[in-house]
Nanobody, 122 residues
């Protein structure tokens, strides 16, 4: 069964960095899109970054562009989200999911993981 598992969330001070991992099992990353999303309490789920596992094309939301970087290691079936210069507004539950094309629209994604919590606070 296709499954995605996120890890790497933590409590970090403003200005700090974290690297999240999304490991796929039960299917080959192949030519899919893996996206990272986040959801803060009381807010809608927001697309943060996505990457084509074949070719490596990426897309970012304006709120994270220049601070977050998405990458993949197809041999390890893993997609990473490097988060730098973290701000309190980056706090939320971070999820990864799979889609067929490059998009930050959550409606196009399936096989959602359980999420990993990122808290940015002093």
């Amino acid at each position: 069964q296709a499954q995605l598992v996120e890890s790497g969330g933590d409590l970090v001070q403003p200005g700090g960095s974290l690297r999240l991992s999304c490991v796929a099992s039960g299917f080959s990353l192949g030519y899919f899109t893996i996206g990272w999303f986040r959801q803060a309490p009381g807010k809608e789920r927001e697309g943060v970054a996505c990457i084509r596992t074949g070719g490596g094309a990426t897309a970012y939301s304006d709120s994270v562009k220049g601070r977050f970087f998405i990458s993949r290691d197809n041999a390890k079936s893993t997609v990473y989200l490097q988060m730098n210069s973290l701000k309190p507004e980056d706090t939320g539950l971070y999820y990864c999911a799979v889609a067929h094309r490059l998009s930050l629209d959550s409606a196009e994604y399936t096989n959602w993981g359980q999420g990993t919590q990122v808290t940015v606070s002093s």
